[in-house]
């Protein structure tokens, strides 16, 4: 899993300079406010003291205090924004005619097939569809390269990259930093659960990004780094885009691949607030001496308060391939976005308090070489569909990711071929339409259902269950998975959800643990029940069409016209990605 491309906006306010803030609303007494200034908390006097270098754009390369409380802004902005629509940037406008009507200046960069906008996982996409003959550009705000913390990962999901013609095998070998097992999965003394070679890798992104953007290069693309999107005018033949240096740069196809605060995906859901968050927060350090093994899921607690709300607090922890002594710890929890919401900093002051009893390490041991964190947001209505005419979202801008998982590495290498192979069909038969372009981020029943278990592993703000529901119910739902062996557990542990391994880990659960079904339905409430109901019956009937009826129509495709050739063969995709069938043992 990988940590949240952090958005760089204005407006960071001194910590030391203001009262210390939650949601906006002040802890001390005003008097105590006008007459001293607080004493900086430990995070900042930690992360003050580590040496920042050339901080990376794209998924969590940005680790200074300053960085932090810009993120922390923008989070407590979601938090307190109005549900329902808000005013949006529009960088994206139609116009009707061919773009040769149009004067477009002397600035034109150049025509393309494509144009990639968001570098850093973007070069993934743009280098496999590179390898297909298409002309591809990459449009990047910063530089293209990868951050210093690794990227977890396992090796099934690397080699998904070799398939598409991104890497070759030595490639992946050279990039790989650290390797580790077993791995554990455990849940406040409840017991653990061992596996081996889940995220057992960790990925070196620098060495990895570095890696497609030669490979990039060498097969034709062009880099535009520094270079941000100011706004796409859409002519009926042509998308041409505005870039910030006032070049201009068309294509008949623009790819989304800005994550999570793209500003075309602002405008296209008009600034609505998401339904879910992840926050994440953790540090890499040096000084651990038991250091073999990783953890892809642990909780060491019951619900707990930090700041004014209850969170339900989960860990990861993996051996760094920067030296033998150096672990990466993530602490993450699932909240909705409201005004009680924790900011990062007051997760990091937990962190601080909570991590030494979880590793088993004072803090006065250890060397933080970095501080990491991020905001992953979330909506049902995920993947998103294509809202206009020639521009496609990929990656985390498309919702494609698990809403359980925070960063999405592991669902890009796993979709990289479908999609790659789809968007060259779209563009050889020239479907850049909406419609068309939105069978390429289909409904996924599988992905939807997974909204479940996000809000399962939410803490309630008035709690009306137990404290420790959560840690039983997942203990209960591991050890279930275990018993019915590697083809229900592995899949899961990777944010693949099938229909047979989950009806069987949902009937073990209520034979082993009846009591647990009333804290069930008072903890993710009717409502949800019943949408979930209707996703999981999706995910059956998907499973069903996908092992049946596939197998009796992909003969017949050649036959059919271009387009309906497509259309349909999107359809089966959807029917196998939909029901996890893609994932293979």
């Known amino acids: 899993m990988v940590v949240l491309q952090i958005q760089q906006l204005n407006g960071f306010v001194s910590h030391a300079s203001r009262t210390r803030t939650s949601r906006g609303r002040r802890r001390a007494s005003t008097t105590v406010c006008l007459q001293t200034q607080l004493a900086p908390s430990r995070t900042q006097r930690i992360m003050e003291k580590i040496a920042v270098g050339g901080e990376a754009g794209g998924a969590g390369g940005a680790y200074s205090y300053n960085a932090l409380k810009r993120l922390d802004n923008i989070w407590s902005n979601i938090c307190t924004q109005p549900q329902g629509p808000q005013e949006t940037q529009q960088i994206v406008s139609r116009v009707s005619g061919l773009s040769q009507d149009y004067v477009l200046g002397n600035n034109l960069v150049g025509t393309f097939d494509i144009a990639v906008c968001g570098g850093t996982l973007g070069i993934f996409l743009a280098t496999a569809l590179c390898a297909k003959g298409l002309r591809v550009a990459v449009v990047e705000r910063n530089a293209i390269k990868g951050r210093d913390q690794e990227w977890n990962i396992s090796r099934k999901e690397m080699k998904e990259l070799t398939q598409v013609g991104v890497l070759t095998e030595e490639e992946i070998e050279d990039v790989i930093a650290a390797k580790f097992n077993p791995n554990r999965c455990g849940f406040e003394s409840l017991g653990d659960i061992w596996v081996e070679d889940i995220l057992n890798l960790g990925v070196s992104p620098a060495k990895l990004v570095e890696t497609v953007k030669q490979r990039f290069i060498s097969l034709g693309g062009v880099i535009l780094e520094d270079c941000s999107l100011s706004s796409i ?302 996703h999981f019956l999706m995910l059956g009937l998907y499973t069903f069409l996908s092992a049946y009826i596939d197998p009796v129509i992909r003969p017949s495709l050649e036959e059919l016209p271009v387009k309906t050739k497509f259309q349909w063969k999107r359809r089966l995709e959807a029917w196998k990605y939909g029901a996890g069938l893609d994932y293979e043992l």
């Open 233 to 534: 005018t859409m002519y009926d033949d042509l998308a041409v885009m505005q870039l910030s240096k006032g070049d201009i740069l068309s294509s008949r196809l623009v790819i989304d691949a800005m994550g999570n605060f793209s500003p075309i995906l602002k405008q296209i859901k008009g600034g609505r607030k998401p339904d879910g968050m992840c926050l994440v927060v953790g540090s890499c350090a040096h000084g651990f001496k038991e250091n073999s093994s990783s953890d892809v899921i642990y909780s060491s607690s019951s619900v707990t308060k930090v700041a004014d709300a209850n969170v339900q607090l989960f860990w990861e922890a993996f051996p760094a391939g920067s030296g033998p002594l150096d672990r990466t710890t993530y602490m993450f929890t699932y909240t909705e976005p409201q005004s009680t919401s924790p900011s990062l900093e007051d997760l990091l002051e937990e962190y601080w308090k909570l991590m030494p009893k979880y590793q088993g390490v004072s803090l006065d041991e250890l060397e933080i070489l970095r501080v990491v964190y991020g905001i992953f947001p979330t909506y049902k209505n995920s993947p998103l569909q294509a809202a206009f005419d020639r521009v496609l979202q990929f990656g985390d801008a498309s919702g494609i990711q698990s809403p359980v998982s925070f960063g999405g590495f592991g669902s890009l290498t796993r979709h990289l071929g479908r999609l790659s192979n789809g968007i060259y069909e779209a563009i050889d038969g020239d479907l850049l339409d909406s419609d068309s372009l939105s069978k390429l981020n289909p409904y996924m029943p599988n992905l939807s259902a997974s909204w479940l278990f996000q809000r399962a592993m939410s803490a309630k703000q008035k709690l009306d269950v137990s404290p420790s529901f959560t840690n039983e119910l997942l203990h209960v739902n591991f050890t279930c998975m275990q018993r019915l062996g590697d083809p229900v557990l592995r899949p899961f542990l990777q944010d693949v959800i099938q229909f047979g391994p989950l009806a069987k880990t949902l009937g073990l659960v209520m034979l082993n643990k009846p009591q647990i079904i009333p804290s069930i339905f008072r903890q993710v409430g009717i409502p949800v029940l019943l949408d979930w109901s209707v």
